[in-house]
């Protein structure tokens, strides 16, 4: 989650922060073994877009989908080491700072107010982007399990969980969610589970030929879409800074990286090959709705859905922290005493109007899931634009320009191709997630 800087220029957030990590400051050696820091990498990463692949695959193709997803880990993972050392040549530069080094300080750094903004304004709406994706899968997801009981449609499913999302960010401790987060990925996994399982079974049964599944579609259109969901799927790009902060061993951090990467890529390219394999043409844009309606089906489906309505808050609190940021600096806040007392302390009525931005927040974001036509295209969206520029473009600006003079030609050319590359696969990603594959 992001929490806030404590300079007086920036308001919005400083840094994503996960409840699953110690809280640092400073370049203090954390406390996080080797196998603390890959399960923390795993949790970051690993989200329900791993749900949407086989459809991507199936709008891509399978050799298409097994590459496309192969270059966005690949892409991710390089990309992350780019901010790793873009944080130490600042930390070089300054050594008598102990502050943190933030996205929004490279930001700061290399283009100034401007770059800080537009850094953490892409950080925020990601952040809402993925919470709205929460919503949407939760809606579509009890709509397939309850369709048959009741008349209620998708949307009504997400109107639905909005009190309880909104009592639930009223909780300040997401220490007691974290263990949510780890449920949710068990039950990720026994949803790919069951989807191999199925695949098995058709195999076994003859039910479908290899040669019926395409390798790569004739529809070109369709892979930047496929493409924007693998990005989407490699969530967390914000963790980087705090999740080679909190390991005690920080020289190691680039090879527990790649080996995390290595790992989470292989689960994602076998499981969009089988998941599209078992259901071809029909699969759906969340797979979990194109399983049988058994129990053990329906169990896995309500548990994500009940392990997504508790992490909801985790996902969402990056926003309450930049939101009540703004609140706490605005001059509202400050020339009125019965609201705060002073910038660290606040009444209950200054608490009261803090908890009812956090009610009109989650409110907001349900109203805008129940305008998202599917989890397939609004994952898309996210992944080609506001993923693209997070995880590539800046990354990529941000080293040419603090690192750009110390660089050989090769280095530059990457971070060049990097660069463009990301900027087209976002406009292209766009407009085909917009005017529909």
């Known amino acids: 989650m992001m929490g806030r800087e404590e300079g007086g220029e920036n308001h919005m957030s400083n840094e994503i922060e996960n409840p699953l990590l110690p809280k640092s400051s400073g370049r203090v050696t954390g406390t996080a073994s080797a196998a603390q820091t ?25 050799l298409a989908g097994c590459l496309g997803v192969m270059i966005a880990g690949l892409s991710t993972y390089y990309c992350m080491l780019l901010l790793i050392q873009c944080r130490d040549k600042l930390v070089s530069e300054d050594t008598s700072s102990t502050e943190t080094k933030t996205y929004g300080d490279l930001g700061y750094k290399c283009m100034g107010k401007a770059g800080r903004f537009l850094t953490e304004f892409l950080i925020f709406t990601s952040q ?33 969980v909005v009190p309880v999302q909104i009592v639930l960010s009223w909780i300040n401790s997401l220490s007691a969610l974290a263990p949510f987060s780890i449920f949710a990925d068990i039950c990720n996994v026994l949803a790919m589970t069951l989807v191999v399982k199925e695949d098995v079974q058709k195999i076994l049964g ?39 902060s909190s390991m ?8 527990l990286l790649a080996q995390a990467f290595t790992g989470i890529t292989l689960v994602y390219v076998t499981f969009g090959f089988f998941g599209f394999m078992a259901y071809g043409d029909d699969t759906k844009d969340i797979v979990t709705l194109n399983l049988p309606k058994d129990w053990s089906s329906i169990a896995v489906q309500m548990g994500l859905c009940v392990a997504l309505i508790f992490t909801f808050p985790i996902m969402v609190h990056p926003v309450h922290e930049i939101i009540e940021g703004s609140l706490k600096k605005s001059s509202f806040f400050q020339t009125h005493p019965c609201i705060s007392y002073d910038n660290n ?38 992944g080609s634009t506001l993923c693209a520029l997070i995880s590539f473009v800046l990354p990529a600006l941000y080293h040419l320009i603090l690192l750009g003079s110390s660089l050989n030609f090769w280095q530059r050319s990457l971070d060049v191709c990097i660069l463009l590359c990301g900027l087209l696969f976002a406009v292209n990603g766009t407009y085909n997630s917009i005017v529909g594959v």
């Open 128 to 160: 809402c982007g993925g919470s709205v994706a929460y919503l949407v899968f939760i809606g579509q997801n009890l709509f397939s399990i309850f369709k048959s009981y009741t008349s209620l449609t998708y949307r009504s499913f997400i109107f639905l």
């Open 38 to 62: 890959l399960g923390n990498i795993i949790v970051s990463i690993v989200g329900t877009g791993v749900l949407g692949l086989p459809f991507a695959f199936r709008v891509a193709g399978w």
């Open 345 to 382: 302390s606040t009444t209950r009525l200054g608490k009261f109007v803090i908890y009812i931005s956090r009610a009109i927040l989650v409110v907001a974001l349900a109203t805008i899931a129940s305008f998202i036509p599917g989890f397939g295209a609004f994952t898309s969206l996210v």
């Open 206 to 244: 003859g039910e479908f030929s290899f040669s019926d599944r395409k390798a790569v579609s004739s529809n070109i259109r369709g892979l930047p879409f496929a493409g924007g969901m693998a990005v989407f799927c490699f969530e967390g790009f914000g963790m980087t800074f705090a999740l080679e």
């Open 248 to 255: 005690r061993e920080r020289g190691r951090f680039s090879k």
